[in-house]
Each structure stands twice: as structure tokens, then as C-alpha cells.
């Protein structure tokens, strides 16, 4: 939930960055990072049974 409700900052603020690469690199991280725990949640559930 975190990432996602931190995403829209990066966002809003990507074109303000220092070097240039590294707005779209702050995008990019909440999704990975949002990503990598609902995969990991996912593999959580399926091993205790309830998916």
C-alpha cells in the first residue's frame, strides 16, 4: 500500500531530478518495489494453502 500511495509523488516531481535519469528511476522504483512484495505475498499465501 505504501508504494502505491508513494508513486504519484515521484511522479509529480520526476521532471525536477538531478541528473535527468534519475526522475524516471524514482518512478520506476515504488512499481518494482510494489511489485516484488505482491509476488512475495502471492508465493506466502500459495504455501500456507489459501490460494
Given at each position: 500500500?505504501?508504494?502505491?500511495?508513494?508513486?504519484?509523488?515521484?511522479?509529480?516531481?520526476?521532471?525536477?531530478?538531478?541528473?535527468?535519469?534519475?526522475?524516471?528511476?524514482?518512478?520506476?522504483?515504488?512499481?518494482?518495489?510494489?511489485l516484488l512484495v505482491a509476488t512475495?505475498?502471492?508465493?506466502?499465501?500459495?504455501?500456507?494453502?489459501?490460494s
Open positions: 500500500m505504501q508504494y502505491l500511495l508513494h508513486a504519484p509523488n515521484h511522479v509529480l516531481d520526476s521532471g525536477r531530478d538531478h541528473p535527468a535519469w534519475v526522475g524516471p528511476l524514482d518512478v520506476v522504483a515504488p512499481g518494482g518495489g510494489a512475495l505475498l502471492r508465493a506466502a499465501l500459495q504455501a500456507e494453502g489459501r
